[in-house]
């Protein structure tokens, strides 16, 4: 089977967000940039597949040049190969100029079997990617994976909603989105980081998968970004564990206004 | 005149309570603008659901009752919320951010070729177009955003928009649709994973556990503290790492992000992806034996002691409060 996954290059979790002078962008600079754990497990349960059932699996991301680190990343791990979608207007697009330059790149690599890409980028939050790509691809979808089984032609695949699961079922090729619970995604071993310095990773603009900038252009646009507000000080209560307890449930109550 | 269309998500016979929040949010978007609400609403047996829309503000409800569509299936669903915009060509429109909301509303964006902001937290009017404010990075920063050309397309977080006092009689026009139910992704089966317990993204109150609890075999303190709130419980990120509860429960960056009115953290420390999960939170308690802990840094509240001590007396107490005030 060809699995196709989708990788986004994000800020470390543990960053701290600062913004930029411009006021509608984070500060690049000194910011550790990881693959997003999200896509990991779409690495991870590409992998898998591929070792049941053989064939490859190809990344595809898209962004400046350090996102080549992101895909030597998946490779180490043991991806086949790799894409890089570089076009400073892809970069200033919005969610759907990336899916339209992701959905272009997807499809140089007919026929594959299943799209695999993390249920949400831990950064713009959107989550919007696995449906603009399954819409713009024309494949049906099923998003927020925590198990996923191949059969013949289908995948049968349980997906988390509000206070449980679903048990869904899809013809195939299909875009899925995966969700942690999923899998635990293996480390880069040494061999393995070696080896993916000698894979290929193609790298393509949008005019080469016959996008134009009209389609490009945004339809939403950050106008300002700030920091949250920061919070009032915190009030501490003393005392021994009940009197603490009481002297909360006063202030929840008589203060806060929340009981 | 400016229509904005809901997507009216319902569940078991009724519109979930988020789709509701949506269009009260609507109705004072559309009050602004001088314009009129429409809701979709999709399913088996439906029809009569129109009403309640129409008490929290709808004046048009785009019925499609249909037994082959009473699961949700999100082709079916796309292609009938496309149709809708397509036919009726609204200025906006909105979803909740819930499991079929986030399937369902990138879908339609990219059939129609529409901007879409995700899990917003506030909308406004500014020169009779929509501004938006959204989370990124899971709270650490917030970006107001713009739309070029319309539908302006948006899902709101559960639990931010104030639900309308509902006018019980308020006239609704409905419009009864038809359209192909085909998808080929389907719901085979359903099974509820946290049984009668409150989901975290829509709960008012959560008490959260970590580390502080030193192993899963105490862990039933933080569910017994919940019980006496009401509360949905949560978690950091480090013990559901280390197994011991159910990822689903995990509250932060790679978890869930959540704004309850109130929120209790025992035994969490405070990690980055942790704060950024919930600071956005009304009212914040935390329970910790380390007063420099950061957790401290974003509390109104704050309790330095040992969670098995603090834990037992305070859920003694809420119970007993509880209790006086039922």
Same mark, same amino acid.
């Given at each position: 089977?060809?699995?196709?996954?989708?990788?986004?290059?994000?800020?470390?979790?543990?960053?701290?967000?600062?913004?930029?002078?411009?006021?509608?962008?984070?500060?690049?600079?000194?910011?550790?940039?990881?693959?997003?754990?999200?896509?990991?497990?779409?690495?991870?349960?590409?992998?898998?597949?591929?070792?049941?059932?053989?064939?490859?699996?190809?990344?595809?991301?898209?962004?400046?040049?350090?996102?080549?680190?992101?895909?030597?990343?998946?490779?180490?791990?043991?991806?086949?190969?790799?894409?890089?979608?570089?076009?400073?207007?892809?970069?200033?697009?919005?969610?759907?100029?990336?899916?339209?330059?992701?959905?272009?790149?997807?499809?140089?690599?007919?026929?594959?079997?299943?799209?695999?890409?993390?249920?949400?980028?831990? $950064?713009?939050?959107?989550? &919007?990617?696995?449906? *603009? =790509?399954?819409? /713009?691809? !024309?494949?049906?979808? +099923?998003?927020?994976?925590?198990?996923?089984?191949?059969?013949?032609?289908?995948?049968?695949?349980?997906?988390?909603?509000?206070?449980?699961?679903?048990?869904?079922?899809?013809?195939?090729?299909?875009?899925?989105?995966?969700?942690?619970?999923?899998?635990?995604?293996?480390?880069?071993?040494?061999?393995?980081?070696?080896?993916?310095?000698?894979?290929?990773?193609?790298?393509?603009?949008?005019?080469?998968?016959?996008?134009?900038?009209?389609?490009?252009?945004?339809?939403?646009?950050?106008?300002?970004?700030?920091?949250?507000?920061?919070?009032?000080?915190?009030?501490?209560?003393? $005392?021994?564990?009940?009197? &603490?307890?009481?002297? *909360? =449930?006063?202030? /929840?109550? !008589?203060?806060?206004? +929340?009981? | 005149?400016?229509?904005?269309?809901?997507?009216?998500?319902?569940?078991?016979?009724?519109?979930?309570?988020?789709?509701?929040?949506?269009?009260?949010?609507?109705?004072?978007?559309?009050?602004?603008?001088?314009?009129?609400?429409?809701?979709?609403?999709?399913?088996?047996?439906?029809?009569?659901?129109?009403?309640?829309?129409?008490?929290?503000?709808?004046?048009?409800?785009?019925?499609?009752?249909?037994?082959?569509?009473?699961?949700?299936?999100?082709?079916?669903?796309?292609?009938?919320?496309?149709?809708?915009?397509?036919?009726?060509?609204?200025?906006?429109?909105?979803?909740?951010?819930?499991?079929?909301?986030?399937?369902?509303?990138?879908?339609?964006?990219?059939?129609?070729?529409?901007?879409?902001?995700?899990?917003?937290?506030?909308?406004?009017?500014?020169?009779?177009?929509?501004?938006?404010?959204?989370?990124?990075?899971?709270?650490?920063?917030?970006?107001?955003?713009?739309?070029?050309?319309?539908?302006?397309?948006?899902?709101?977080?559960?639990?931010?928009?104030?639900?309308?006092?509902?006018?019980?009689?308020?006239?609704?026009?409905?419009?009864?649709?038809?359209?192909?139910?085909?998808?080929?992704?389907?719901?085979?089966?359903?099974?509820?994973?946290?049984?009668?317990?409150?989901?975290?993204?829509?709960?008012?109150?959560?008490?959260?556990?970590?580390?502080?609890?030193?192993?899963?075999?105490?862990?039933?303190?933080?569910?017994?503290?919940?019980?006496?709130?009401?509360?949905?419980?949560?978690?950091?990120?480090?013990?559901?790492?280390?197994?011991?509860?159910?990822?689903?429960?995990?509250?932060?960056?790679?978890?869930?992000?959540?704004?309850?009115?109130?929120?209790?953290?025992?035994?969490?420390?405070?990690?980055?992806?942790?704060?950024?999960?919930?600071?956005?939170?009304?009212?914040?308690?935390?329970?910790?034996?380390?007063?420099?802990?950061?957790?401290?840094?974003?509390?109104?509240?704050?309790?330095?002691?040992?969670?098995?001590?603090?834990?037992?007396?305070?859920?003694?107490?809420?119970?007993?409060?509880?209790?006086?005030?039922?």
């Amino acid at each position: 089977m060809k699995v196709v996954v989708c990788v986004k290059q994000v800020p470390d979790t543990e960053t701290r967000v600062k913004i930029a002078p411009e006021g509608n962008a984070i500060v690049e600079t000194d910011v550790n940039w990881i693959v997003s754990p999200f896509d990991e497990f779409a690495i991870e349960e590409a992998l898998r597949i591929r070792e049941a059932r053989g064939g490859e699996v190809v990344l595809v991301a898209a962004g400046p040049d350090r996102v080549q680190t992101a895909l030597r990343s998946g490779l180490a791990m043991g991806a086949d190969s790799g894409v890089h979608v570089k076009d400073p207007l892809v970069d200033a697009g919005d969610t759907l100029a990336t899916a339209r330059a992701l959905a272009g790149a997807l499809k140089t690599l007919v026929p594959f079997d299943i799209v695999l890409t993390g249920q949400q980028g831990v $950064g713009g939050d959107h989550g &919007q990617m696995p449906g *603009l =790509l399954a819409e /713009l691809l !024309d494949l049906p979808q +099923v998003t927020v994976a925590v198990r996923i089984e191949i059969q013949d032609g289908k995948a049968v695949v349980e997906r988390e909603i509000e206070g449980g699961r679903e048990t869904w079922e899809t013809s195939l090729p299909a875009v899925i989105s995966t969700q942690k619970g999923l899998n635990e995604p293996r480390y880069a071993s040494l061999k393995g980081i070696m080896a993916a310095k000698r894979k290929t990773i193609q790298t393509v603009d949008a005019a080469a998968l016959g996008i134009d900038a009209a389609a490009l252009a945004p339809r939403l646009k950050v106008v300002a970004m700030e920091l949250p507000p920061a919070r009032a000080a915190v009030k501490m209560i003393s $005392g021994d564990a009940e009197t &603490q307890s009481k002297e *909360l =449930l006063r202030l /929840l109550h !008589d203060e806060a206004k +929340v009981i | 005149m400016a229509v904005i269309l809901t997507f009216a998500e319902e569940r078991g016979g009724k519109v979930r309570r988020p789709a509701l929040e949506v269009v009260s949010e609507a109705r004072r978007l559309a009050d602004a603008l001088g314009g009129s609400v429409a809701s979709v609403v999709v399913g088996s047996g439906v029809g009569a659901l129109a009403t309640e829309l129409g008490s929290y503000g709808a004046d048009r409800v785009h019925v499609f009752d249909d037994p082959a569509l009473a699961a949700y299936a999100t082709e079916a669903y796309a292609r009938i919320v496309s149709q809708v915009v397509t036919e009726t060509r609204p200025a906006a429109v909105l979803l909740p951010f819930t499991a079929v909301g986030k399937d369902l509303a990138p879908r339609v964006a990219a059939r129609i070729g529409a901007g879409l902001a995700s899990d917003c937290v506030a909308l406004s009017v500014r020169e009779g177009r929509l501004e938006a404010r959204r989370p990124m990075y899971a709270g650490k920063a917030y970006a107001t955003v713009r739309w070029e050309g319309e539908p302006q397309m948006a899902t709101l977080r559960a639990n931010v928009f104030p639900l309308g006092a509902p006018e019980p009689g308020r006239p609704v026009e409905v419009v009864a649709g038809s359209a192909d139910s085909s998808a080929r992704a389907r719901v085979t089966a359903t099974r509820a994973t946290t049984a009668g317990k409150i989901e975290l993204t829509e709960a008012q109150v959560i008490v959260s556990g970590g580390r502080g609890l030193k192993g899963p075999e105490h862990f039933h303190l933080v569910q017994e503290l919940g019980e006496a709130f009401g509360a949905a419980v949560g978690a950091s990120r480090a013990v559901v790492d280390a197994g011991w509860v159910d990822h689903q429960m995990q509250v932060g960056q790679t978890g869930k992000t959540v704004s309850p009115t109130l929120y209790i953290a025992c035994g969490i420390s405070g990690a980055i992806q942790h704060l950024a999960g919930m600071s956005s939170s009304k009212i914040i308690v935390a329970i910790n034996k380390d007063a420099d802990a950061p957790i401290f840094k974003v509390a109104d509240y704050g309790i330095v002691g040992d969670a098995f001590e603090v834990l037992p007396k305070l859920t003694e107490a809420a119970r007993a409060y509880f209790a006086g005030k039922g």
